[in-house]
């Protein structure tokens, strides 16, 4: 059977696209799917560290789209997760190195020896964009509560309809505390501005910080709340598309002093 | 024999409760005075207080001899009432009443864009009619319109409503936020307060945007009859 090709692109930067990127490709491959994860962003590479692989890159998908080796060889295979394989991006090189008729021709490739192929977009809507989104099977929308985000993944979204793709949408980063105080959209607000398929939620954590500096899979880590969130997504994504998607809340301490006294886990 | 050309310089007829005087203007005064007098004579009392109707054509700029038939009638043969003919409809205000007895808009061609869905940050609907949206205008988007602009959906974007200089356009929408909004050659910036949710119109008065409820002040409200746009 042929792969799936996911791109996951956000409009807006520092939005959490990279983290979701491997969270998700991690998290297929622990359901037992063959996944490549793939750096679109040429100059900006990102997605070695994010995993902890950086010191295994021999060859980048540069090298790939111009035929200076194999898949295979720009391939680095996760120690710790199997069947999990990052495609790096080149530092040296910038966005106008890749043609659209090449990432098409590479697509072809990727498809035939991969379950999934999760492809992660650079910030913007320019040239690294249109070679991430050109041979996408499906596109998933990264977007924090924030006002300018919401309005970048709207821009997004617009552009991916333009090309038949019908994105779906994972809200990023919510605090449940602050939307409770009205600082901070909930991801009602942003689904009403976007109103597309929502795919999941995922909180704020901490965790997410220190597995990204560490080069660990934030999905290993049993007690990660955004881990758990992207373990989530991932089966969603993987078939199970009735999985309910949980709501992030807020305790209040008295909540949690019942909590407590009934011995419920908090 | 009849000669149309010599037709009678002056006629008259019975309409509903009076009399319909038809002169000729451009005969001389002394014969149409004269041919007046002659009908009105043989009316005798029938022309007492009657109410008279002078008409004397399209052709303006005959009000002296108006007012001189009119005194002479009053005065001679003590009719009642003497006025002009009511004045005729324009023609095209008189089409647009008849749409509504003849079903005109069955084969009227509509000068109106109507959308369906959602229109997003960074698209841009420009066009020299006017758009009619089923949906809402996200923050970003962008609307210009050389007639009106209506959303039945949340308006967040920007709008520009009769452009380039049409000032009676208006702009409305469900709930009505735009981040900018130009009517013609007038510009406003959006409220400062979020979460407007009421129906509400644009409109230019007195060289400024005001902005109303529409429930309160529906614009539509004193128009006696529906016209197509």
Same mark, same amino acid.
């Given at each position: 059977?042929?792969?799936?090709?996911?791109?996951?692109?956000?409009?807006?930067?520092?939005?959490?696209?990279?983290?979701?990127?491997?969270?998700?490709?991690?998290?297929?491959?622990?359901?037992?799917?063959?996944?490549?994860?793939?750096?679109?962003?040429?100059?900006?590479?990102?997605?070695?560290?994010?995993?902890?692989?950086?010191?295994?890159?021999?060859?980048?998908?540069?090298?790939?789209?111009?035929?200076?080796?194999?898949?295979?060889?720009?391939?680095?295979?996760?120690?710790?997760?199997?069947?999990?394989?990052?495609?790096?991006?080149?530092?040296?090189?910038?966005?106008?190195?890749?043609?659209?008729?090449?990432?098409?021709?590479?697509?072809?490739?990727?498809?035939?020896?991969?379950?999934?192929?999760?492809?992660?977009?650079?910030?913007?809507?320019?040239?690294?964009?249109?070679?991430?989104?050109?041979?996408?099977?499906?596109?998933?929308?990264?977007?924090?509560?924030?006002?300018?985000?919401?309005?970048?993944?709207?821009?997004?979204?617009?552009?991916?309809?333009?090309?038949?793709?019908?994105?779906?949408?994972?809200?990023?980063?919510?605090?449940?505390?602050?939307?409770?105080?009205?600082?901070?959209?909930?991801?009602?607000?942003?689904?009403?501005?976007?109103?597309?398929?929502?795919?999941?939620?995922?909180?704020?954590?901490?965790?997410?910080?220190?597995?990204?500096?560490?080069?660990?899979?934030?999905?290993?880590?049993?007690?990660?709340?955004?881990?758990?969130?992207?373990?989530?997504?991932?089966?969603?994504?993987?078939?199970?598309?009735?999985?309910?998607?949980?709501?992030?809340?807020?305790?209040?301490?008295?909540?949690?002093?019942?909590?407590?006294?009934?011995?419920?886990?908090? | 024999?009849?000669?149309?050309?010599?037709?009678?310089?002056?006629?008259?007829?019975?309409?509903?409760?009076?009399?319909?005087?038809?002169?000729?203007?451009?005969?001389?005064?002394?014969?149409?005075?004269?041919?007046?007098?002659?009908?009105?004579?043989?009316?005798?009392?029938?022309?007492?207080?009657?109410? /008279? =109707? *002078?008409?004397?054509?399209?052709? @303006? #700029?005959? %009000?002296? +001899?108006?007012?001189?038939?009119?005194?002479? !009638?009053?005065?001679?043969?003590?009719?009642?009432?003497?006025?002009?003919?009511?004045?005729?409809?324009?023609?095209?205000?008189?089409?647009?009443?008849?749409?509504?007895?003849?079903?005109?808009?069955?084969?009227?061609?509509?000068?109106?864009?109507?959308?369906?869905?959602?229109?997003?940050?960074?698209?841009?609907?420009?066009?020299?009619?006017? /758009? =009619? *949206?089923?949906?809402?205008?996200? @923050? #970003?988007? %962008?609307? +210009?319109?050389?007639?009106?602009?209506?959303? !039945?959906?949340?308006?967040?974007?920007?709008?520009?409503?009769?452009?380039?200089?049409?000032?009676?356009?208006?702009?409305?929408?469900?709930?009505?936020?735009?981040?900018?909004?130009?009517?013609?050659?007038?510009?406003?910036?959006?409220?400062?307060?979020?979460?407007?949710?009421?129906?509400?119109?644009?409109?230019?008065?007195?060289?400024?945007?005001? =902005?109303?409820?529409?429930?309160?002040?529906?614009?539509?409200?004193?128009?006696?009859?529906?016209?197509?746009?």
């Amino acid at each position: 059977m042929e792969g799936k090709i996911i791109v996951v692109t956000s409009g807006k930067g520092g939005v959490g696209k990279t983290t979701a990127t491997s969270s998700i490709g991690a998290a297929l491959a622990l359901e037992g799917n063959r996944v490549a994860i793939v750096d679109m962003d040429i100059g900006l590479r990102n997605l070695d560290v994010v995993m902890g692989l950086e010191n295994r890159i021999v060859f980048n998908i540069v090298d790939v789209v111009q035929d200076r080796c194999k898949i295979e060889q720009a391939a680095i295979r996760d120690r710790r997760i199997e069947n999990l394989f990052l495609i790096p991006a080149s530092q040296s090189d910038n966005k106008d190195v890749l043609t659209t008729a090449g990432i098409e021709r590479i697509a072809k490739q990727l498809r035939s020896k991969f379950d999934y192929i999760i492809m992660d977009s650079p910030a913007g809507i320019e040239r690294g964009f249109e070679n991430s989104v050109v041979s996408a099977d499906e596109a998933l929308v990264i977007c924090t509560p924030d006002v300018s985000a919401v309005r970048d993944a709207d821009r997004v979204i617009g552009l991916l309809y333009a090309r038949s793709l019908s994105p779906k949408l994972i809200v990023n980063r919510i605090e449940p505390a602050r939307v409770m105080r009205g600082e901070m959209l909930s991801h009602e607000d942003v689904l009403e501005v976007l109103s597309i398929d929502l795919v999941g939620l995922v909180p704020m954590d901490e965790k997410v910080l220190i597995s990204s500096n560490t080069g660990t899979p934030l999905v290993l880590q049993t007690d990660s709340k955004a881990g758990a969130a992207f373990r989530q997504i991932a089966r969603r994504l993987n078939g199970e598309a009735d999985l309910p998607i949980e709501m992030p809340v807020y305790k209040t301490s008295m909540w949690q002093k019942i909590s407590k006294t009934f011995g419920l886990k908090q | 024999m009849i000669h149309f050309k010599n037709a009678a310089p002056v006629k008259i007829k019975g309409v509903g409760g009076g009399l319909w005087i038809s002169l000729d203007p451009s005969r001389p005064e002394d014969l149409l005075i004269t041919e007046v007098d002659k009908i009105f004579k043989k009316l005798k009392h029938l022309a007492v207080n009657a109410s /008279v =109707v *002078i008409d004397m054509g399209d052709a @303006p #700029g005959h %009000e002296d +001899l108006f007012a001189l038939v009119k005194t002479r !009638l009053i005065e001679k043969f003590e009719v009642g009432r003497v006025t002009s003919p009511p004045k005729k409809q324009s023609v095209p205000t008189q089409r647009i009443r008849q749409r509504d007895l003849f079903k005109g808009w069955n084969h009227h061609r509509s000068d109106v864009l109507m959308l369906r869905g959602r229109v997003r940050s960074g698209q841009k609907i420009d066009t020299r009619r006017h /758009v =009619v *949206i089923f949906g809402d205008v996200n @923050p #970003g988007a %962008e609307i +210009l319109a050389g007639g009106d602009i209506i959303v !039945l959906g949340r308006l967040s974007g920007k709008v520009h409503a009769g452009n380039p200089e049409n000032e009676t356009a208006i702009v409305f929408a469900l709930a009505f936020d735009p981040t900018s909004i130009k009517i013609g050659t007038i510009t406003a910036a959006g409220s400062e307060e979020t979460s407007h949710a009421m129906p509400e119109f644009a409109c230019v008065k007195n060289k400024s945007i005001l =902005v109303q409820d529409y429930m309160k002040t529906n614009p539509f409200k004193k128009m006696p009859w529906p016209e197509a746009v």
